[in-house]
């Protein structure tokens, strides 16, 4: 097990299409383990490979801090198939750190994806856990939460993370 380093915004990985995986080998169960230990010491609720910086279809997700009954997710390859609903909760990424804002979301997802093993499931997600979905299955895609933001809010974004990025490079 190893803690891999987070990429911030903007490294250009995190910009990028993933491809999807094709090995259900050794290397990916070793990453997938890497990528939860990962996230439980930054602590997140999920963290897609993107961010490890490795461009492909993999995210690891554990909402148990608010959902009592969520557990380790790690899903391959993950589609969202249905979508139900509308949410806006706060959110924040490993990859932006110290910034949170509102996002709309749909309320429900259902998510097509394979196992470490490559055998598919389907799981559908509500709360935390279908924002998480929806957050991670973004990354895949080259998306980040603060490009669901409106054009002001952005720009107000860039201001912050300037301020952000220039008080973590003093105290370094
Ligand atoms: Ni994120």
């Given at each position: 097990m190893a803690l891999l380093k987070i990429r911030h915004y903007p490294d250009p990985v995190l910009k990028k299409v993933a491809v999807p995986v094709t090995e259900f080998d050794e290397t990916l169960r070793q990453l997938a383990h890497d990528m939860a230990e990962t996230m439980y010491a930054a602590p997140g609720v999920g963290l897609a490979a993107p961010q490890v910086g490795i461009s492909k279809r993999l995210t690891v997700i554990d909402c148990s801090v608010r959902d009592e009954e969520a557990q380790l997710l790690i899903l391959v390859n993950?589609?969202?198939?249905h979508r139900e609903g509308e949410s806006c909760e706060e959110e924040g990424c490993l990859s932006v750190p110290e910034y949170y804002a509102k996002v709309d979301r749909s309320a429900k997802v259902r998510v097509r994806f394979q196992d470490l093993d490559g055998q598919p499931h389907v799981i559908e997600a509500e709360g935390l856990t279908s924002v998480a979905c929806q957050h991670e299955i973004d990354h895949l895609d080259g998306?980040?939460?603060?490009?669901?933001?409106?054009p002001l809010k952005r720009s107000i974004f860039r201001k912050k993370w300037k301020k952000i990025e220039e008080h973590r490079t003093e105290q370094m």
């Open positions: 993950p589609e969202i198939i998306i980040l939460f603060v490009d669901h933001l409106s």
